[in-house]
Nanobody, 130 residues
Framework: VQLVESGGSSVNTGGSLRLSCEVT????????MAWFRQAPEEAREGIAA?????????????SYADSVKGRFTVSHDNEKNTLYLQMDMLKPEDTAVYFC????????????????????WGQGTQVTVS
């Protein structure tokens, strides 16, 4: 499984960015994908997740941390096998390295934002808001 993030950049407060994460994995391996972020000297934080597995009542279900709810939107394109994070109304406190992660299990809610659930990680992309 390989995950490659892109789209990180510097942006002004109130601006928008869209991060992408291209996924290479055997079919039906991944059922949940998420975005995490880590600011300097802080713990990694799960911010958004989506159930990407198909043919399940939870397919497409999303989970968000309170810190980004209403501003960030996670989505997944099954055909392109790409995860996205649309970030709007960005704030300086959103400055961090953003990572995408993939899990074999289907996850929702608080569990979907737990770092220990994800065995596969991208290399990260820097987002700076000033």
């Amino acid at each position: 499984v390989q995950l490659v993030e892109s789209g990180g950049s510097s942006v002004n407060t109130g601006g928008s960015l869209r991060l992408s994460c291209e996924v290479t994995a055997p079919p039906y391996t991944i059922r949940t994908m998420a975005w995490f972020r880590q600011a300097p000297e802080e713990a990694r934080e799960g911010i958004a997740a989506i159930w990407t597995g198909q043919f399940n009542v939870n397919s497409g279900k999303t989970s968000y941390a309170d810190s980004v709810k209403g501003r960030f939107t996670v989505s997944h394109d099954n055909e392109k096998n790409t995860l996205y994070l649309q970030m709007d109304m960005l704030k300086p406190e959103d400055t961090a390295v953003y990572f995408c992660a993939a899990a074999v299990r289907g996850l929702v809610g608080f569990q979907a934002l737990g770092e220990r659930e994800y065995p596969y990680w991208g290399q990260g992309t820097q987002v700076t808001v000033s």
